[in-house]
């Protein structure tokens, strides 16, 4: 089988992992599970030569210093510098027009964390052969919960031994349905990671949103390199209409599969999740972040614990989270965290 | 009535203020409730020229630069360095020894809180006309919790309008005894204020104390004085032993009275006690410290947040107390609050 290219996204800031997560320092590009960050993390497990090609990083002016930083050294590596925030489905096209069309794609969200590498690189690897069949491949992510911040996707009838044709694709459920679909059995997780043959991506794209694939050539044409880098031509860039890869693609196309995957992997997308990810001790409690040698938890169960620096002490307290970065403070339930990026300082920053 | 001589006691650190309350910027001297230090509070409630001559305060050289700098400018005051702490016995008897016999003096800590000054000047005022009959006056603090951290004094016949004999002082009862107490009504708090006349405390402590007498009287007839300072003879002082005034002399004596007062008082113990001293929202939640003004709680009932500068941004907690000095930061839950004092920061400060 021919190689599988990564294509990783790096967009987006976050508040939902704020004070750690800044707009100058985003999630991607953080060590919050273990030594790595999640960008090197996604980076890495995608990175055995045997059966990955070069990574392709997007991302924007924002974020290219750490993603130089992170990316490694690999000549071959390239990163398409975003004019502008278009959204996956521009993004994905910007890579696919710098990949050779019979090339497999993989693309995969820089900000999620998966414990299990080689259950990814497995899926990867199903994923790559429906590819390569002309499949337009979603990862789904076994559910583990009734989770109603993630829209699922339901598998129907069995493509051989490596997935799915999907059935359909669900929006975030409410809690009732996404119950159902937990009982149910044949829905996961849409985890936004994809594998598509770049030609057959390119195809469904113009079949479906002719608007996007166009202005999309019409910057990756203009696009100028610049050692690793791939600049766009801006105004084209710019002129993308905005979309997700699932309204403009997935969502539309006849070709949709899915392969699903129990890998450990979590969204990191608050600090509970975050909490849930890291290892506990006997009581549930986390520490972490360079003050945490010195942090102290006295009658505490499910206590998390992130400072950069400054010792916190924390008495009699459960399922609470308290994170010192910088000159912030945040201390928060665990109910509490879907609001943090909506405190002030998350706001502002 | 002769004037009262408020003798101002500042001993001690305290751990259970900490982060706030530090070895180095002890409770007395800091401003916990309103502008004033507690210490500040305690000289300007006993300054009234018509009732109360110039104040005489107790303390140690660790303490002397804070004393200096919060006592105010009365070329009157004067300051007793002990040597060495050797518990409020000697410290009063120093105070004692520096008036005269006929004097009326008012033992004051100086890290209580009291909201009701008004209150505490009538009951100064009583105390000082039973001290003036020959009565060892203690003040009964109105009970108004089963608190099992204080000592209690137990009013028995009336002494006029003024107050009653003590029947009996009790050391820190349990709690089933602390509700009995207060159910029976005529227990009060020993809040460790007292008025006596100088001769007579130094008569009953010559008759059941004679080694403490001694040892201060020869203390105090080294002393050197330096401006306002007074300097006990160190090795005579620190040869005073070492017991509390309760135990020395007003359970020991025929002559204990208790003056009943309802005044506001708080003993500011710990946390909590300080949150319920402390003007409330209408949630019960209470922001204070440099950093106060940024503070920021969502869907938070009875939490305190103290912070010296950094933002403290709280969510969906209910009864805790977050507090930020240098470089320190302590949660901890309202029944958490006792633990404070044994945590690794506060016993290594």
Same mark, same amino acid.
């Given at each position: 089988?021919?190689?599988?290219?990564p294509v990783? $996204?790096?967009?987006g !800031?976050?508040?939902?992992l704020?004070p750690?997560?800044?707009?100058v320092?985003?999630?991607p590009?953080?060590p919050?599970v273990?030594?790595?960050?999640?960008?090197?993390?996604?980076?890495?497990r995608a990175s055995?030569?045997?059966i990955f090609?070069a990574?392709?990083?997007?991302t924007?002016?924002?974020?290219?210093?750490?993603?130089?930083?992170?990316l490694?050294d690999?000549?071959?590596?390239?990163?398409?510098?975003?004019?502008?925030?278009?959204?996956?489905?521009a993004?994905?096209?910007?890579?696919?027009?710098?990949?050779?069309?019979?090339a497999?794609?993989?693309?995969?969200?820089?900000?999620?964390?998966?414990a299990d590498?080689?259950?990814?690189?497995?899926?990867?690897r199903?994923?790559?052969?429906?590819?390569?069949?002309?499949? $337009?491949?979603?990862?789904?992510?076994?559910?583990?919960?009734p989770?109603?911040?993630?829209?699922?996707?339901?598998?129907?009838?069995?493509?051989g031994e490596d997935g799915?044709?999907?059935?359909r694709?669900v929006?975030?459920?409410?809690?009732?349905?996404?119950m159902?679909?937990?009982?149910e059995?044949t829905?996961s997780?849409?985890?936004?990671?994809?594998?598509?043959?770049?030609?057959?991506?390119l195809?469904?794209?113009e079949?479906?949103r002719?608007?996007?694939?166009? !202005?999309?050539?019409?910057?990756?044409?203009?696009?100028?390199?610049?050692?690793r880098r791939?600049h766009?031509?801006?105004?084209?860039?710019?002129a993308?209409?905005?979309?997700s890869?699932?309204?403009?693609?997935?969502e539309?196309?006849?070709r949709?599969?899915?392969?699903r995957? !129990?890998m450990g992997w979590?969204?990191?997308?608050?600090?509970?999740?975050l909490?849930?990810?890291r290892?506990?001790?006997?009581n549930g409690?986390?520490?972490?972040?360079?003050?945490?040698?010195r942090a102290?938890?006295?009658?505490?169960?499910?206590v998390m614990?992130? !400072?950069?620096?400054l010792?916190?002490?924390?008495?009699?307290?459960?399922?609470?989270?308290v994170?010192?970065?910088g000159?912030e403070?945040m201390?928060?339930?665990?109910?509490?965290?879907q609001?943090?990026?909506?405190?002030?300082?998350?706001v502002?920053?």
């Amino acid at each position: 089988m021919s190689k599988i290219f990564p294509v990783v $996204l790096c967009g987006g !800031s976050g508040t939902r992992l704020w004070p750690r997560s800044r707009a100058v320092a985003p999630k991607p590009f953080l060590p919050l599970v273990g030594d790595s960050t999640l960008f090197e993390a996604t980076v890495a497990r995608a990175s055995d030569p045997a059966i990955f090609g070069a990574p392709m990083v997007v991302t924007g002016a924002a974020h290219l210093d750490h993603v130089e930083a992170q990316l490694g050294d690999n000549p071959e590596a390239r990163i398409i510098v975003e004019p502008a925030a278009r959204n996956t489905a521009a993004a994905i096209a910007a890579a696919a027009l710098s990949l050779p069309d019979e090339a497999v794609m993989l693309v995969c969200p820089s900000d999620h964390y998966i414990a299990d590498g080689a259950s990814f690189v497995a899926a990867a690897r199903a994923a790559g052969r429906l590819a390569n069949e002309g499949w $337009l491949v979603a990862f789904g992510i076994a559910a583990t919960a009734p989770e109603t911040g993630f829209g699922y996707v339901k598998a129907g009838e069995a493509i051989g031994e490596d997935g799915y044709r999907v059935a359909r694709f669900v929006e975030k459920p409410d809690l009732e349905r996404a119950m159902q679909f937990l009982a149910e059995g044949t829905y996961s997780w849409n985890g936004g990671i994809f594998a598509f043959r770049v030609g057959d991506f390119l195809g469904e794209l113009e079949a479906h949103r002719p608007d996007i694939a166009a !202005s999309a050539r019409a910057a990756m044409a203009g696009a100028k390199a610049e050692g690793r880098r791939i600049h766009p031509d801006a105004a084209a860039f710019k002129a993308i209409p905005s979309d997700s890869v699932d309204y403009a693609v997935m969502e539309k196309t006849s070709r949709a599969a899915v392969v699903r995957a !129990s890998m450990g992997w979590s969204d990191i997308g608050n600090w509970q999740a975050l909490h849930a990810a890291r290892p506990q001790d006997a009581n549930g409690n986390t520490l972490a972040g360079a003050g945490a040698g010195r942090a102290e938890l006295v009658d505490c169960q499910n206590v998390m614990v992130e !400072s950069d620096g400054l010792r916190v002490s924390v008495i009699g307290l459960r399922d609470v989270i308290v994170v010192v970065d910088g000159d912030e403070v945040m201390v928060t339930s665990a109910e509490g965290v879907q609001k943090v990026g909506k405190l002030t300082g998350a706001v502002n920053q």
